[in-house]
């Protein structure tokens, strides 16, 4: 992909992605842009939500470009108040994180406790070549994560760790892949009591699969256990492949477990699927991960999200993978500085880490744009202030409503200011710019790219 400041070179899949939608632009001019998957600038795998001080954490895997396997080297972290728009935090742990670890920064899982936010992952461990899984510790929920231990906290072979702390404190890790395991966690959450237990995986606990004796029932990996009105539920990818989403429930953390169905059917373009359940200010949310970007597939994968409501008895209803997503949860407010890589959808684009911390929006080409949805202008803007930076002549921001061609309410003009991330703030006075609606970045100049954006603020 497109990370550094010194080459411009476009990553594979923000070719693919901004081809073909521009093609879908020319094709169906005025279209309704979808808002899944949530994130296009990289393939994302393997959603994890965590609810913290009244905002969504998404931690999930990064798919390399054109993988033709699970190549992943590292985890990437989003944030979002409203559902709609997410802001990137970038890479705040990787393999290089664990020096013990060689390869598959694969699927994991983030809980907070007692001030810090600990990161299971699943790796391969050089000195024995099985999988293992390790732990990332930080005081911040956007890191950077550390090493907690210098060494795996359990290993046997076995991927895709989720913890779970219970009503009276004691929490768990369970993971497995082909079978189900939980160990105790004691209140440091890096160290267990006791070995790891095996969930027997029974037909009644977790459906019946046919033709394979190996593997009697649907269970295939990825548990998320969690508690609702006293009843745990264990969502996990059912029967590959390809995968669906299952799940079942119990009287107690570590059951007996009985099963109750189907979550979401197998659909979309991933052979696997990995699921995230959480509720958020009032409503429910389910995580899941399809192949629904250009050049995605079952190797180049993207975090999708779906509102749901559960059933009067506690069930969960079917839920379908639709381009629409969930709806927003209030607006967004203009009038304080807002990240450039805060995101409901783009064409184009990428981001990049910036040299005064966190990310910007990079690569940025004529006729790219972002949109950024249910925007709260209220009685008018007068301004609109970006911090840009340019390595050649700049450009333009067309700030528009409505759509990527949509009303023209203010045009700032971007000068050269002598490298990518060398930093001015450009202002230009908006006219017209009244009441909630989406707003596009629309970015214009010549050919090749034409500047970074870090953060814009409405007057």
Known sequence: MKFGTLSRAPGRRGLALMSALLCLAVLVPGVARA???????????????????GRVYLYTGHDEDASTYFTMREWRVWSSADMVNWTDHGSPMSLATFSWASADAWAGHTIYRNGRFYWYVP??????????IGVGVSESPTGPFRDALGRPLVENGEIDPAAFIDDNGQAYLYWGNPNLWYVRLNADMISFSGGATQIPLTTAGFGTRNGNASRPTLYEEAPWVYKRNGLYYNVFAAECCSEFIGYSTAPGPTGPWTYRGTVMPRQGGSFTNHAGVIDYNGGSYFFYHNGALPGGGGFTRSVAVEKFNYNS????????????????????NPYVRQEAETIAWETGVETEPASGGGMNVGWIENADWIKVKGVA???????FSARVASATSGGRVEVRLGGANGTLVGTCTVPGTGGWQTWTTVTCPTSGATGTQDLYLRFAGGSGYLFNIDWWQFQ
């Open 35 to 53: 808002d899944n998957p949530i994130v296009q600038t990289i393939y994302t795998a393997d959603p994890a939500p965590l609810v913290h001080n």
């Open 123 to 132: 790796v391969k461990n050089r000195a024995t070549g099985r999988m293992a």
């Open 313 to 332: 008895d506690g069930t969960i209803p079917t839920i379908n993978m639709t381009t629409t997503g969930a709806p927003q949860v209030g607006t967004l």
């Open 377 to 383: 202008f209220g009685n008018g803007a007068g301004s």
